[in-house]
Nanobody, 124 residues
Framework: QVQLVESGGGLVQAGGSLRLSCAAS????????MGWFRQAPGKEREFVAA????????YYANSVNGRFTISRDNAKNTVYLQMNSLKPEDTAVYYC?????????????????WGQGTQVTVSS
C-alpha cells in the first residue's frame, strides 16, 4: 500500500509561482513513476506531468510545458511540482499519483495510488 499526501497549494496571482510537494509512504518510493494531475470545476481530471523512477525522464502536458517542472527526491520520498507563470486556467485541485509500472504514462487509469489533492487558485 502507498499513501500520498500533497501540500503547497494556495491562492496566487496570475504570473506568480507555487511549489507543490507530494510525500509518499509505504512501498519503495524509488521504484515507481510519479505523476501530477489536476481537475478543474466541472471538468475531467487531466494529466499535468510525470517523472521516471530515477528522475532522468519527465513528460509534460502541452498546456504546462515550459512553465512547470516536475522533480523528485527519492531520499525524501517526495515528488515536487514547481509551477511558474501561473495562469487563471491553472486553477484546479492538483493530485499526485503513483504508477507501479516503470514506464511513464499520461493515462489516469494506469496510476495505482492517488493522494487527496491540494487546491491551487490563480487570480487574474
Amino acid at each position: 500500500q502507498v499513501q500520498l499526501v500533497e501540500s503547497g497549494g494556495g491562492l496566487v496571482q496570475a504570473g506568480g509561482s507555487l511549489r507543490l510537494s507530494c510525500a509518499a509512504s509505504g512501498r519503495a518510493f524509488s521504484s515507481y513513476v510519479m505523476g501530477w494531475f489536476r481537475q478543474a470545476p466541472g471538468k475531467e481530471r487531466e494529466f499535468v506531468a510525470a517523472i521516471s523512477w530515477n528522475g532522468r525522464s519527465a513528460y509534460y502536458a502541452n498546456s504546462v510545458n515550459g512553465r512547470f517542472t516536475i522533480s523528485r527526491d527519492n531520499a525524501k520520498n517526495t515528488v515536487y511540482l514547481q509551477m511558474n507563470s501561473l495562469k487563471p486556467e491553472d486553477t484546479a485541485v492538483y493530485y499526485c499519483a503513483a504508477d507501479l509500472v516503470a514506464t511513464i504514462s499520461t493515462r489516469i487509469y494506469e496510476y495505482d495510488y492517488w493522494g487527496q489533492g491540494t487546491q491551487v487558485t490563480v487570480s487574474s
